[in-house]
């Protein structure tokens, strides 16, 4: 009578447990598998720039003066194309020679007959005389309040030999030695050039 009573309970216990089985099965079946966390993203770096940094001005070329040519005035242009050429040429030469003393670390030469060995870290310095008095001596002591004074005035462009790019302008003019253009005293015209030298080393400070 006991086996009986048990062999049904049996059969039902037997039954759950292969339905238990059964749903556990289609659960792990229909449950997607865990996903993988996705990669990050590698970042692109950003395109390495261009434009290359300009070296820094190490050696000077440094151009004969000229009349201005794109600043014509009547008289005044007349004036500047009676400088005798000897007269340029000494001012060249002064110039690049003063121009080491002013500006330390740089080095200097006359356009023509010597040049920078590396364009990239090279500047050409040129002027364009604007205007030009001799002067009259007679007038000056006669007359007065100005009268016959003497004025040489010249813009001085720095620019870069590579590329070409402006690196400063700037206008100097000079009452003392303004007679000394049209005539032969080299001592006015070193001491104009030195001043030259003087307005070229501070432009080319930062460059």
Sequence with gaps: MRR???????TVFACLL???ASAAAQDTATTPANTATPATPATVAAPASTTAAHEPITCVEVERFQVSDDEKVEGQTERAATIPERNLE????????HLPTEARGIAAHVSGTSSCPNPGSAAVLSGDILDFRKGNMALRYLVGFGAGSQKVRVRLTLKRKDDGSTLTQTEIADTKWGGAFGGTNTKGLDDF???AAEAAAKALRGH
Excluded: F, G, M, N
């Design 90 to 97: 000494i001012i060249q030469d002064r110039l690049a020679k």
């Design 18 to 20: 292969l339905a238990s």
């Design 193 to 195: 050039a030195e001043k």
């Design 4 to 10: 009986l009573l048990t062999a049904p309970y049996r």
